[in-house]
Structures are given as structure tokens and as C-alpha cells.
Nanobody
Framework: QVQLVESGGGLVQAGGSLRLSCVSSTRTISGYVMGWFRQAPGKEREFVSA????????LYGDPVKGRFTISRDYDRNTIYLQMNSLEPEDTAVYYC???????????????????WGQGTQVTVSS
């Protein structure tokens, strides 16, 4: 069973930045699509970003475009989410996700991801 462990969440003022990390227990993250989702209280889980195995292509949800950047480090089996210009609306639990199949396309739908981390809380104060 693949384990994903997120870190880097916390409390930050509006306009500030945070960087989330997600370490995968797979021998390598090469070939897998990995992504970030978030869920605020009373709301459905929302797609944030995904990164492909192919040329590090990336995908972003509209609310975070231009403010968040996803990246991956193969040597550390880790993906990151750099979050800048944070807004109170970004407050949520952020989850890392990974596909089971390799060499597939990036998707926004949560059900296309097979493994999930426990989540890390991000709180943005106004």
C-alpha cells in the first residue's frame, strides 16, 4: 500500500506564502501523476493542481492559477506546492494524491487518483 505524507501546512496571514510537501512511499514517483486537492469545511473536495510524469506538465484549478506552483523532486520522491498570495478562501485541508497506474494523463477528478495522504491544514487569516 502506497503511503503519502504531507507537511508544511500552518497559519499564515493573507498575502503570505507556504510550501507544502508530499513524500511518497513508492520506490520512485517516476511515471505517476500526482496532485493536490483541498477541502474546506462544509464543501466538497476541490482540485488544486496536478503534475504529469511527462515533461513535468502541470494543471491548475482556476482559483489558484498564477498563485500556486506544483513541482516534483524525483531524488526525494516528493512533490511540492508553493502557495503565494494566499487568501482566506484558500483555508482548507490540503491532500496529496497519486495514481496507481503509470504513464497516464493528468486528471482533475478526485476519483481518478488511487492513493491519498492524511492531509495538512492550511489556515489563512484576514
Amino acid at each position: 500500500q502506497v503511503q503519502l505524507v504531507e507537511s508544511g501546512g500552518g497559519l499564515v496571514q493573507a498575502g503570505g506564502s507556504l510550501r507544502l510537501s508530499c513524500v511518497s512511499s513508492t520506490r520512485t514517483i517516476s511515471g505517476y501523476v500526482m496532485g493536490w486537492f483541498r477541502q474546506a469545511p462544509g464543501k466538497e473536495r476541490e482540485f488544486v493542481s496536478a503534475i504529469s510524469w511527462k515533461n513535468a506538465n502541470t494543471l491548475y484549478g482556476d482559483p489558484v492559477k498564477g498563485r500556486f506552483t506544483i513541482s516534483r523532486d524525483y531524488d526525494r520522491n516528493t512533490i511540492y506546492l508553493q502557495m503565494n498570495s494566499l487568501e482566506p478562501e484558500d483555508t482548507a485541508v490540503y491532500y496529496c494524491a497519486q495514481t496507481q497506474a503509470r504513464w497516464g494523463p493528468m486528471k482533475r477528478a478526485a476519483e481518478t487518483y488511487d492513493y491519498w495522504g492524511q492531509g495538512t491544514q492550511v489556515t489563512v487569516s484576514s
